[in-house]
């Protein structure tokens, strides 16, 4: 009964357009009516404490950092680079949307912002050259999801504050599933395009790649800093988005000077205004969250899943058709923050690492952004090139298939996760 009413209220009111937030806060007061512990100061505080948290201070910071990117041609010049280095093979363009994506992946740790920039830089020129337009937007779209994977990860922030697990492990162990989430994106682009009729661009000169290495370098620079500092304990999860804001504030005003002090005032409301948003979503998922607990509702479905508790492969495969079958329906935040607090407790009563399960729950959370019908990023990607949402959708089958084929390789295979994470974790 418990989960009946769990489910019921949260789907009934997303049905009725109720927005996701107060969706989530009216289910926990319907689990508090029915365990008829009703307290509105319970609502009120949780709300409070829900968003008083801080590791979750890093949200908004990469939010910034990454409309400052952006904004000031650190994005630009990434794409630059990867242009340089593999723009002349045949198809180079579509490699360097997967190479652009992995690199900017590494700077904002948003699947919004990294699908926007790729798709107003790419498309236009993946269609000049002769590539079909809905095929070379499913590609940017499929190589912006690789951005919550890589760290810095905005995903794994509310992952890890949601459970409870340390935020720092989390990005380590995500640096190489993101690597195979773009050479799987790589191969499926072999494949359509290798019989295609498309120009390519011409050879740069070892000159040239000098010079576009040396203007990106700043750009690169940055995911060094950030991971390097993670790794050797300089800063925390949190301290890296500040120094992420700072680094790309100096590097946009005072080396490359495309940002100006009077478009800040526009770039802090922009991201002040998704925040907030993120932040009430945060905030609203505590007050289930809690309830969640005390109706003990993971308990209740560790007793569902107790035939397959003994086989972890084959639990983690439910598990993530179930995290498939929801992100179809549901953006990456509220599939999160709904999600972790009863499948946690399960995988861990099943024996399974949280920070392996979190890479997985991250990575098959972010491939949700670009299932549709809702396909968060789909839609802006769809929006930037001009293109009507059936038309991404066509384009984008290979490289959601590629995605998926990854996600079922590391469950069948742990080690890819857990010995990568362990090394880089010393």
Same mark, same amino acid.
């Given at each position: 009964?418990?989960?009946?009413?769990?489910?019921?209220?949260?789907?009934?009111?997303?049905?009725?357009?109720?927005?996701?937030?107060?969706?989530?806060?009216?289910?926990?007061?319907?689990?508090?009516?029915?365990?008829?512990?009703? !307290?509105?100061?319970?609502?009120?505080?949780?709300?409070?404490?829900?968003?008083?948290?801080?590791?979750?201070?890093?949200?908004?910071?990469?939010?910034?950092?990454?409309?400052?990117?952006?904004?000031?041609?650190?994005?630009?010049?990434?794409? !630059?680079?990867?242009?340089?280095?593999?723009?002349?093979?045949?198809?180079?363009?579509?490699?360097?949307?997967?190479?652009?994506?992995?690199?900017?992946?590494?700077?904002?740790?948003?699947?919004?912002?990294?699908?926007?920039?790729?798709?107003?830089?790419?498309?236009?020129?993946?269609?000049?050259?002769?590539?079909?337009?809905?095929?070379?937007?499913?590609?940017?779209?499929?190589?912006?999801?690789?951005?919550?994977?890589?760290?810095?990860?905005?995903?794994?922030?509310?992952?890890?504050?949601?459970?409870?697990?340390?935020?720092?492990?989390?990005?380590?162990?995500?640096?190489?599933?993101?690597?195979?989430?773009?050479?799987?994106?790589?191969?499926?682009?072999?494949?359509?395009?290798?019989?295609? !009729?498309?120009?390519?661009?011409?050879?740069?000169?070892?000159?040239?790649?000098?010079?576009?290495?040396?203007?990106?370098?700043?750009?690169?620079?940055?995911?060094?800093?950030?991971?390097?500092?993670?790794?050797?304990?300089?800063?925390?999860?949190?301290?890296?988005?500040?120094?992420?804001?700072?680094?790309?504030?100096?590097?946009?005003?005072?080396?490359?000077?495309?940002?100006?002090?009077?478009?800040?005032?526009?770039?802090?409301?922009?991201?002040?205004?998704?925040?907030?948003?993120?932040?009430?979503?945060?905030?609203?998922?505590?007050?289930?969250?809690?309830?969640?607990?005390?109706?003990?509702?993971?308990?209740?479905?560790?007793?569902?899943?107790?035939?397959?508790?003994?086989?972890?492969?084959?639990?983690?495969?439910?598990?993530?058709?179930?995290?498939?079958?929801?992100?179809?329906?549901?953006?990456?935040?509220?599939?999160?923050?709904?999600?972790?607090?009863?499948?946690?407790?399960?995988?861990?009563?099943?024996?399974?690492?949280?920070?392996?399960?979190?890479?997985?729950?991250?990575?098959?959370?972010?491939?949700?952004?670009?299932?549709?019908?809702?396909?968060?990023?789909?839609?802006?990607?769809?929006?930037?090139?001009?293109?009507?949402?059936?038309?991404?959708?066509?384009?984008?089958?290979?490289?959601?298939?590629?995605?998926?084929a990854v996600l079922f390789l590391l469950v069948l295979f742990p080690a890819l996760v857990t010995v990568p994470a362990?090394?880089?974790?010393?």
């Amino acid at each position: 009964m418990t989960i009946t009413i769990f489910l019921g209220s949260l789907l009934g009111a997303m049905a009725l357009g109720i927005p996701i937030a107060f969706a989530l806060i009216l289910c926990g007061i319907a689990l508090m009516l029915h365990m008829d512990m009703f !307290d509105a100061q319970i609502v009120a505080q949780t709300l409070i404490n829900g968003a008083d948290s801080f590791p979750l201070m890093a949200v908004p910071f990469f939010l910034l950092a990454g409309e400052l990117m952006n904004a000031g041609g650190l994005s630009r010049r990434i794409v !630059d680079v990867a242009v340089s280095l593999v723009g002349h093979v045949k198809g180079g363009l579509g490699f360097v949307a997967i190479l652009a994506g992995c690199v900017l992946a590494a700077l904002s740790g948003s699947a919004v912002a990294d699908a926007a920039a790729l798709s107003a830089l790419l498309v236009p020129m993946m269609v000049r050259v002769g590539h079909d337009k809905a095929r070379s937007a499913g590609l940017v779209a499929a190589a912006g999801c690789i951005g919550p994977v890589i760290p810095p990860s905005i995903g794994f922030i509310i992952f890890g504050v949601a459970g409870g697990l340390s935020i720092t492990k989390l990005f380590l162990a995500g640096i190489v599933p993101g690597i195979l989430m773009g050479a799987g994106l790589a191969v499926a682009w072999w494949l359509v395009v290798r019989k295609d !009729d498309v120009a390519t661009a011409p050879r740069q000169t070892a000159r040239q790649r000098v010079q576009t290495l040396a203007q990106g370098f700043w750009a690169l620079l940055l995911p060094v800093v950030i991971i390097a500092g993670l790794k050797f304990g300089v800063f925390t999860p949190t301290e890296a988005a500040v120094v992420a804001v700072v680094y790309s504030l100096f590097v946009a005003v005072v080396v490359y000077r495309e940002l100006r002090l009077a478009d800040l005032y526009g770039i802090f409301v922009a991201s002040a205004r998704t925040s907030a948003v993120v932040m009430l979503l945060i905030a609203a998922a505590m007050v289930s969250a809690w309830m969640i607990t005390a109706a003990d509702l993971p308990g209740l479905i560790v007793e569902a899943l107790e035939p397959w508790m003994d086989n972890k492969t084959l639990l983690l495969l439910l598990i993530m058709a179930l995290v498939v079958l929801v992100g179809t329906a549901m953006d990456m935040t509220p599939t999160i923050l709904i999600l972790t607090p009863v499948l946690l407790p399960v995988v861990k009563a099943a024996g399974i690492d949280p920070i392996y399960f979190g890479v997985l729950f991250i990575m098959n959370c972010a491939i949700g952004l670009i299932t549709p019908p809702v396909g968060t990023v789909l839609n802006v990607v769809a929006g930037v090139s001009k293109l009507s949402m059936g038309e991404v959708v066509k384009g984008v089958w290979p490289f959601l298939l590629a995605e998926l084929a990854v996600l079922f390789l590391l469950v069948l295979f742990p080690a890819l996760v857990t010995v990568p994470a362990q090394w880089f974790a010393r």
